[in-house]
C-alpha cells in the first residue's frame, strides 16, 4: 500500500511537535527546582546572618573591650633614662680598668684610664708654649701704647697667643678623656676593650647605663589620651622578678604615631626598687581607666527578606 507524500510529512511534523513540548517541559522543571533551592538557601543564610547578628557585642566598645578594657594589660619596656658610650679620643693603651661587665658604680667613680703620657707631654709643651706667647702679646700691647710697634706686629703676637691658647685647650680635653669618670650612679652594659690594648680615635670602650632612674615606656592608643594624664598611677606586672610595681605617667610624646594611632608614654617608680633592671619587661594595666559607654542593643528580631 502506498503512502502519500502528505500523510508522511504530517506525522514528521506531530513527532517533532511533542519532541519540542517535551524539551520545554524539561526546561521549564530545571528553572523551577533551580528557583526553588534559591529560596532555600536565601532562608537559610537569612538564618545565620541573623545568628551571626545575635552574637554581636552590644555596644561598640565592646568590640575593642580586650584591648581598651581598664583591666587588659599594655606591653611594656623598661629603659635606662641614661645611657653612655665610651669612645677613645686618641691613641693609646689601656692602662686600668676599675669595672666588670654587670659591675655598678656611683657618680664619680673612675671606670676606665689610658696611658696617656705622650698626650701628657705634649700638652706640657703646649703649656710651655702658651706663657711665651701670652708674655709676647702682653709687652706687644704696651709698645703699641707708645707706638713702639707696627700694627702688623701687635696682629702677629695676637694670633700666636689665640694660636696657644687653642692647642693647650685641644690637648687638655683629650689628657681629660683618657680618664673616664660615671657621671651618674649605673652599671656597666658592655665592656668592649682590654687590659693594655691599643685602641685608636673612635674605638669604643664601654657602655653604662643608669639604674636608678628607669623609664617605662609604652604605646597606648591615642583615644587615650581623653582620660590618660600627667601623674596617672599605672601598675606594671614586671615578668623577669615576677612584682607588681606601681608607676607614675611622667612624660607622654607630644606626637601620634599615624600608622597605628598610638602614643608614646613614659613612667617612673613612686619608689626606687634595686630588682629593677633596664631590659627588663612587662604588662601595664591602668586603674583609672573609665569604662566603655554602652549603645542601643543591636535588633536581632529582624528578618531578611527571602532573594525573590
Known sequence: ??????MVFLRGKRNWLRKRRGLAFAVIGSILF?????????????????????????????????????TLPEYVVIQPSDEVTYSSETSASVSAISVKEGSTFVKG??????????????????QAEKSVSDLGFTSAQ???????????????????????????????????????????????????VHMFETVKPGDPLLKIVSIEDLDFVLQVPSN???????????????????????????????????????????????THDPALMPG?????????????????PVDTKKKDKPIK
Not at 667613680?109 to 703646649?126: G, M, N, P, S
Open 1 to 6: 500500500m502506498l503512502i502519500k507524500p502528505t
Open 34 to 70: 533551580a528557583s526553588s533551592l534559591a529560596y532555600v538557601s536565601a532562608n537559610a543564610a537569612s538564618d545565620d546572618n541573623q545568628a551571626a547578628i545575635a552574637s554581636l557585642p552590644n555596644t561598640l566598645d565592646e568590640q575593642d573591650s580586650q584591648h581598651f578594657n581598664s
Open 109 to 126: 667613680a673612675t671606670l676606665l684610664k689610658l696611658d696617656c703620657r705622650i698626650q701628657e707631654a705634649d700638652l706640657k709643651k703646649a
Open 142 to 192: 704696651k709698645l703699641r701704647k707708645y707706638k713702639a710697634i707696627s700694627d702688623l706686629e701687635y696682629q702677629q703676637a695676637e694670633s700666636q697667643k689665640s694660636i696657644s691658647d687653642a692647642e693647650v685647650e685641644k690637648l687638655n680635653a683629650v689628657v681629660e678623656k683618657c680618664t673616664l669618670v660615671a657621671p651618674f650612679n649605673g652599671s656597666v652594659a658592655r665592656l668592649m
Open 224 to 270: 587615650w589620651l581623653e582620660w590618660l594624664h600627667l601623674d596617672s598611677i599605672v601598675h606594671v606586672q614586671v615578668n623577669e622578678i615576677n612584682k607588681n610595681v606601681e608607676v607614675k605617667v611622667v612624660k607622654i610624646s607630644p606626637e601620634i604615631d599615624s600608622v597605628s594611632q598610638t602614643v608614646k608614654v613614659y613612667a617612673k617608680t613612686v
Open 280 to 296: 627588663m619587661s612587662g604588662q601595664a594595666t591602668f586603674p583609672d581607666k573609665p569604662k566603655p559607654k554602652p549603645l542601643p
